[in-house]
């Protein structure tokens, strides 16, 4: 007969090499959470230690891996799931008490060794005064930061921000008696968009929510989370931004050294923000231009069709005028006829663009080349005339050293995708879509969590042979094959 061999009842071990446990070991290894755990244990001094620190930090660590939305839900996974039990650091089995009542046998509660819901309450308590008071998750990010710029050369290279909105678990509704919000640190916020349709009809929406911003700088090549902040809903994304730049900076002078540019969309153009970007890191901005112009549209006969421009010399009647997304061209004083000039490129020994007339490029003859030259006060000779503009003598929300709109603009720009599958995640595989928290405090901790374990992760993977993996949060880790 032949022999079929037979697995062992209670092999942990078989369990778990099977199993989405990986997926916690990973985040739970590479997690530099030792400066908390003595935090916690100091906390807790000489109080009962039923359930031990480590264990607790460990089930919260699995609720955020596993996705549960509740604490009751992460109770009941531990319930029904001694693997997970085991792998936290809690007892599997409870001993259980001598029956009360006769010989008859109490059945075991699968409850028993699992935290109750007081435990658990207070330890994220505890958490939370500790984070409010240390920022113990910035501490961990800022070393998770650390050692990915250690394991990947060119991380930050590219960087971007985003923002969006996470809704308190609360109406917003004030109370008739006390006149206050279930949840009094959220506020209102509202993000304006606008455009234009096919039919060329202007739109705009206007989009409210109770609660917070989260706010995250991002590299857009890796799709990694580099520097996060949670605010306010009312708060302002480009002041946010500014502080969030400077602190990132500060506390990792390698990747102002190594970021090369910096994207981030319309909402957040701002002069300011550009000029800090590269008057003080030499970061090339890529940041979305808005229209703002509105004096011409008010006079009499205008064209919407039309694109406006303003002189570039304003102090002279020259014959060089540009667009509010920094387009440069030249009205020909004798036909009237506009071109763009060619961009010959950004000289950053002297912070300028440098630009050439269109008809010297292509070998043409310019019937308004003479008046042209003398208008510009040059005398360019069979080259052409040569327009430099010096950025920080201009409009610093329209000229930047990679001129909008232009090939290497658009390639960086279109890389802040990254940051739109960085919210998915935050949304849909940490559950901030349907959450129930209440409090700056506790959303500040529970976003500081959810990071961390993703650099974590992405961080363990790496170091085990898997950068391909880095950015999977659900997949349970393999080695690539061959």
């Known amino acids: 007969m032949a022999h079929v061999p037979q697995a062992r009842l209670f092999s942990w071990e078989d369990v778990e090499s099977c199993s989405d446990l990986d997926r916690l070991s990973l985040a739970l290894d590479y997690l530099p959470d030792d400066a908390l755990m003595q935090a916690l244990e100091a906390r807790r001094a000489k109080g009962r230690d039923d359930y031990p620190v480590q264990a607790m930090w460990n089930a919260v660590i699995a609720g955020v891996v596993f996705q549960h939305p509740s604490i009751a839900s992460l109770r009941r996974e531990l319930g029904r799931n001694p693997a997970l039990m085991d792998r936290c650091g809690f007892e599997m089995l409870p001993v259980a008490k001598k029956p009360a009542v006769g010989t008859h046998v109490i059945p075991l509660d699968p409850y028993l060794g699992v935290p109750p819901d007081a435990a658990f309450s207070r330890f994220l308590a505890n958490l939370i005064k500790l984070e409010a008071a240390g920022d113990y998750t910035k501490q961990m990010l800022a ?4 050692s990915l710029s250690e ?17 308190s678990h609360s109406t917003g509704q004030k109370d008739r008696e006390t006149s206050k919000t279930s949840d009094p640190d959220a506020d209102w916020g509202h993000h304006k968009t606008s455009g234009i349709d096919a039919n ?4 705009s929406k206007v989009k409210s929510w109770f609660g917070y911003g989260l706010h995250v700088i991002a590299d857009t090549h890796y799709e990694l989370p580099v520097a996060v902040v949670v605010t306010c809903a009312s708060a302002s994304e480009s002041t946010t931004l500014r502080q969030m730049i400077g602190e990132l900076f500060t506390e990792q002078p390698v990747l102002a050294q190594r970021c090369e540019d910096f994207s981030a969309d319309r909402g957040l153009d701002a002069g300011e923000t550009k000029a800090l ?34 002189p570039l010399f304003p102090d002279r009647a020259d014959t060089i005028v540009h667009t509010e997304m920094g387009n440069v061209r030249c009205c020909c004083p004798q036909t ?12 950053a020994d002297r912070d300028t663009l440098k630009y050439r007339c269109p008809a010297a490029y292509v070998g043409s003859v310019c019937a308004g080349a003479e008046t042209c030259h003398a208008a510009g006060d040059v005398n360019p000779g069979a080259f052409g005339r040569v327009v430099r503009i010096k950025i920080t003598e201009q409009d610093r929300r329209i ?5 909008h709109g232009s090939p290497s603009w658009h390639r960086g720009y279109n890389r802040r995708t990254a940051l739109e599958r960085i919210n998915n ?19 500040k901790l529970r976003v500081g969590l959810a990071f961390a374990v993703m650099l974590a992760m992405a961080l363990g993977h790496i170091k085990q042979g898997r950068a391909h993996q880095m950015r999977s949060l659900v997949q349970t880790p393999r080695h690539a094959s061959g």
Request: net charge neutral; glycine share 10%.
């Open 200 to 203: 060329g009809k202007a739109w």
């Open 425 to 443: 995640r935050i949304d849909n595989g940490f559950g901030f879509e349907h959450h129930f928290i209440r409090g700056i405090n506790k959303m």
């Open 277 to 310: 970007l590269w008057d003080t890191y030499r970061i090339r901005p890529l940041i979305d231009t808005r229209e703002l112009w509105r004096a011409e549209k008010q006079e009499p006969g205008f064209d919407p069709s039309s694109t406006i421009t303003r």
């Open 399 to 403: 000229f930047v050293p990679t001129p």
């Open 143 to 146: 070393s998770l930061r650390q």
């Open 151 to 167: 394991v990947l050369p060119d991380f930050g290279r590219h960087l971007g921000f985003d923002g969006k909105a996470i809704e």
């Open 336 to 347: 009237g006829e506009v071109r763009d000039l060619v961009f010959q490129g950004f000289e």
